[in-house]
């Protein structure tokens, strides 16, 4: 069983940055793709990013320019690092990662955007 364990969010100001991180139990090569969702209070949750094994990248067109996914391989870890942030993307964040036909969630991590 894999699992995936989401760190870095927090409160932070209109504006701020955050970088999320996501550790896996196992090496992050053996996944196809892997993903941040986040779900919003009242709301279903949404795609963010994704990275794929072969370093292709794609983005919500909500963070497009201000969310990057990238990976540290040696450390088995994706990361979402996020800049100008909004009070819009106050969220629960989860990881997500994919190895076909198998996919594998984290916890999630709160990212709250406030002033």
């Known amino acids: 069983q894999v699992q995936l364990v989401e760190s870095g969010g927090g409160l932070v100001q209109p504006g701020g940055s955050l970088r999320l991180s996501c550790v896996a139990s196992?090496?992050?090569?053996?996944?196809?793709?892997m993903r941040w969702y986040r779900q919003a209070p009242g709301k279903q949750r949404e795609l963010v990013a994704t990275?794929?094994?072969?370093?292709?990248?794609n983005y919500a067109d909500s963070v497009k320019g201000r969310f990057t996914i990238s990976t540290d391989t040696a450390k088995n870890t994706v990361y979402l690092q996020m800049i100008s942030l909004k009070s819009e993307d106050t969220a629960v964040y989860y990881c997500?990662?994919?190895?076909?036909?198998?996919?594998?969630w984290g916890q999630g991590t709160r990212v709250t955007v406030s002033s």
């Open positions: 997500q990662a994919s190895s076909f036909g198998s996919e594998f």
């Open positions: 196992r090496r992050i090569v053996t996944f196809t793709a």
């Open positions: 990275i794929f094994s072969g370093s292709t990248t």
